[in-house]
């Protein structure tokens, strides 16, 4: 695959910018919110329990959910911006 | 009806559906049975990927580990989840672009080492079969449930019906009957859950009912759960933990885990495009959330039940009396999974924790110590009996337990038949076998690999129940920083993979067998299994993420000092990070 004529570096960059980004966002909601910074929103209730009981036991699944999908569309878009994407 | 004729009706029917897929998805080549021809729509895909994932440990257990351990065992929902961020960013879809049959071949090639195929290949086959016993054993135990059969001769049905779509069908076959499969065990979880929180919190969708208000007391059901709880010795059921470092190294090693097992990633490859690969993973953990965000609904309002069925008058009053015990409990008694011994002689059902904290209140009360141990594997398959739901909704979650257990089962066999036939047969041992040479191969291997897991399934070895651990180790430390690294690294090479591989999986079992015994046989163990004795409180079952951690800093510190990989390698690394050009899963 060599050869090609699109930006390669660039767009390398760009996916491992969005990873990054996204995998910050997937820590924070489960090890952070949920377990580690959970006495933090202890003060924050619902339902019975505090918020970080919701998000380990919901909110980081959907919260995951949220970042695949948006990963999927950004990719699609990046692909198609650097002309990598399929035909 | 008898309730056994309408499960017989409800598994018959569904095992008859399996099958005419299976007729009708027939394998034709090897593409066809590894990738299921490479054509498989990202949202079909996401849904035999729920049911791929789904095993009986997530119909039957997981909401029974919910309710016993509470806020705790929140580290299940997100670790089997987690991983799927992980698989849809870092994995699948460059294994995609890569575009082969199955895991070891990518670690081969990229690593340019037959030595290093030939390390995953045992990592895989390890990782899986373990796995396989699990399903096989539990759909041995619902058969003997519901259908009235010895578990033995049960197991014997399951694997024929799995020989029959599997070595017929190859992975299409497996894909469109996960499908099926996913269908039926998505509406068996959910139905009683729906009942069930709408008696108890007057909504009628189970993940809004947990945080809702609990319609007898007014109070919010989770309130009202922990006040009943503690009232009687148990612990707080949504308290936080202390050792916040095992809670955040066993979700890791489970998200790690999940990202790293075979029989998951290869259904990434049965995908059009790269671009769907992305899609896929989305939609996979969409049909996964469903059951996952019922899961702790379910947990909780079924400890809630159960315990407000002993203690009806409230935790200040007398318990029920055993003779006014609910069917279900009758029935349950039965397979031994309910047990009741009355203890103090006063013909009621004393049920609490029986600890040196609670022994003076129980004295108070005349309590000789806990008479009900309820198997937290029941609470799922007891659920429609609890909440009075008819009988064909019973026959339905005889049906899903089994089409949970069976779907694992079949994606194990296919990543453990393939990595045999392509990896080992057509990758070292003869490499111009022809395609229509290599099918039947496969098939035999898949054939040998279903009489291998049903033989353990009837007859699992000791070790059983800490199986998952050791897979979703392995996994974790070898497989998964394996693949990462040749994606997102061009420079690590041959010497430094394998070196990695190895470090992380011997490091993650001496540990695990240290605690669990050497090859878990009991009494081998050097060190008793208890947190005092755990390296700064880390447990044999969250140290894969550790493995991992040491698998990727050896690796890269041996790569370091040792030559480049090959020009032609580097290409490579480059190419499966571009999207263009990932037609159809290369023949070669």
Redesign the interface.
């Known amino acids: ?2 050869g ?1 004529s ?1 930006d ?1 570096a660039n ?2 960059k760009a ?1 491992l910018r969005l ?1 990054i980004g ?2 910050i966002i ?1 820590a924070l909601v ?2 952070g919110f ?3 910074l ?2 933090m929103l202890a003060g924050i209730a ?5 918020l ?3 998000f ?3 909110g ?3 919260t ?2 949220a ?3 948006h ?2 569309w950004r ?2 878009k990046i ?1 198609e911006k650097f ?5 | 009806m008898s309730q056994f004729a309408v499960n017989l009706i409800f598994v018959g029917g569904s095992f008859l559906l399996y099958i005419l897929i299976a007729i009708w998805a027939k394998a034709g080549s090897t593409k066809d049975f590894y990738v299921a021809g490479g054509g498989v729509h990202p949202i079909t895909n996401g849904m035999a990927i729920g049911a791929d994932w789904m095993s009986a440990a997530s119909f039957i257990s997981m909401a029974g580990l ?1 309710a016993a351990g509470g ?1 705790a065992n ?1 580290t299940f ?2 670790g089997w ?2 991983g ?2 992980l698989l ?3 994995l699948a ?1 460059y294994l995609r672009k890569f575009g082969k049959f199955t895991v070891p071949e990518f670690i081969g090639d990229r690593f340019y080492s037959k030595s290093a195929r030939l390390v995953a290949v045992v990592c895989l086959i390890v990782a899986s079969v373990t796995y396989v016993i699990g399903q096989m054993a539990g759909a041995g135990v619902a058969f003997s449930r519901f259908l009235e059969v010895d578990a033995t001769m049960g197991l014997i049905i399951a694997a024929i019906v799995v020989f029959v779509y599997a070595v017929l069908g190859g992975m299409k076959g497996i894909t469109y009957t996960q499908v099926a499969q996913y269908c039926v065990l998505i509406i068996a979880y959910t139905i009683p859950a729906v009942f069930i929180s709408l008696q108890l919190t007057g909504n009628p969708v189970p ?1 809004l009912g ?3 208000t609990h319609a007898d007391s007014g ?6 759960l ?1 006040q009943i709880i503690t009232d009687l010795g148990f612990n707080s059921y ?1 308290d ?1 933990v202390d050792n ?1 470092l095992n ?2 190294l066993f ?2 090693s489970l998200m790690i885990g999940t990202a790293g097992l075979p029989h998951v990633i290869i259904r990434f490859f049965t995908v059009p ?3 769907d690969a ?2 896929s ?2 939609w996979a ?2 049909f996964i ?1 469903l059951l ?2 019922t899961a ?1 609904a379910v947990a909780s309002m079924a400890r809630l039940n159960l315990m407000t069925t002993i203690y009806p008058d409230g935790t200040a009053a007398a318990p029920i009396e055993y003779d006014e015990r609910p069917s279900w409990v009758r029935e349950w008694e039965v397979t031994g999974l309910i047990q009741y011994e009355d203890k103090n002689n006063d013909g009621r059902i004393q049920l609490y924790n029986d600890t040196d904290a609670f022994k003076a209140e129980a004295e108070s009360r005349g309590w000789n110590g806990n008479e009900l141990v309820v198997n937290r594997d029941i609470l799922v398959l007891a659920n429609p009996e609890i909440a009075n739901l008819p009988s064909w909704v019973i026959g339905l979650i005889a049906a899903g337990g089994l089409a949970a257990a069976l779907s694992t089962a079949a994606g194990l066999l296919l990543a453990i038949s393939s990595a045999i036939s392509h990896d080992l047969i057509k990758g070292a041992i003869n490499p111009n076998i022809t395609d229509k040479g290599e099918l039947l191969a496969a098939r035999i291997s898949m054939a040998v690999a279903i009489v291998v897991a049903t033989y353990l399934g009837a007859n699992p070895p000791g070790f059983a129940a800490q199986v998952v651990a050791l897979a979703f180790g392995i996994a974790a430390a070898s497989l998964f920083p394996a693949l990462m690294m040749g994606i997102f690294s061009k420079r690590v090479n041959n010497t430094g993979a394998i070196s990695g591989m190895l470090a992380g999986l011997t490091f993650t079992l001496v540990y695990i067998f240290v605690y669990k015994g050497w090859l878990f046989i009991p009494g081998t163990n050097n060190l008793e299994d208890i947190p005092a004795n755990w390296i700064l409180g880390i447990s044999p079952l969250s140290i894969g993420a550790v493995g991992a951690l040491i698998n990727f800093a050896i690796a890269f510190g041996i790569s370091s000092v040792t030559e480049q990989p090959p020009k032609e390698i580097q ?1 490579l690394v ?2 499966v ?7 159809g899963a290369v023949d070669h």
Do not use: C
């Open positions: 695959m060599s090609h699109y390669s767009y390398w996916n990873i996204s995998l997937w489960s090890y949920a377990i580690l959970r006495p619902i339902g019975g329990t505090d970080g009981f919701w380990a036991q919901q980081s699944i959907l995951f959910i970042l695949i999908f990963y999927a990719m699609n692909d002309g990598v994407h399929e035909e | 919910i806020y929140s929902l997100m989840t987690g799927y961020v849809a960013m870092l879809p993940p947990l945080f809702s109070l919010p059901l989770l309130e009202k922990n949504t936080d916040k809670m955040v979700t890791l495009k790269v671009a992305r899609w993973a989305g953990l969409v959330a996952y965000l702790p290409e480059e190419s990070r571009y999207p263009r050009g990932a037609s």
